[in-house]
């Protein structure tokens, strides 16, 4: 979280030139460093669910949405569907922890319902 609009629009333009860079990347391959997962795919795929369902919003990181990358929507996917997964995932915890605690950005701590964006 930040108050002041210069490091904003820093953080948001480098947070899009890696993104834009790993859908590059993504579209000669499954995974991020080749043809098995490794733990880097691991921790963008946390971090990609977290911008789909919170920072996109909460944090106004939302130059592009998930809809606009499809290399990235179909890694989220891809990485969603891998055995054992699915069970450790949950959405409506990721949302509940970020809205509910952070008063600064949502001082109702109102939970939102969406987005409706299947996995």
């Known amino acids: 979280m930040t108050t002041s609009q210069d490091v904003y ?3 948001y333009h480098q947070y899009f030139a890696v993104y834009d860079e790993l859908e590059q ?3 000669n391959g499954q995974w991020i ?4 997962v490794s733990l880097l795919d691991i921790r963008f795929f946390v971090a990609l669910l977290r911008w ?3 920072y996109y919003y909460l944090f ?4 592009k949405s998930i809809e606009e990358y499809p290399h990235l929507k179909a890694f989220l996917h ?3 569907l891998q055995d054992g997964v699915k069970d450790t ?5 990721i949302k509940k922890g970020y809205y509910s605690n952070m008063e600064k ?5 109102v939970v939102p319902l969406g987005p409706d964006f299947d996995l």
């Open 9 to 11: 629009e820093k953080a």
């Open 105 to 109: 950005l949502n001082p109702t701590k």
């Open 52 to 54: 789909v369902y919170v």
């Open 89 to 93: 995932v949950s959405i409506d915890g």
């Open 33 to 36: 460093l080749g043809d098995s």
């Open 78 to 80: 891809r990485f969603y």
């Open 60 to 63: 106004k990181v939302n130059k």
């Open 25 to 27: 990347r993504l579209c």
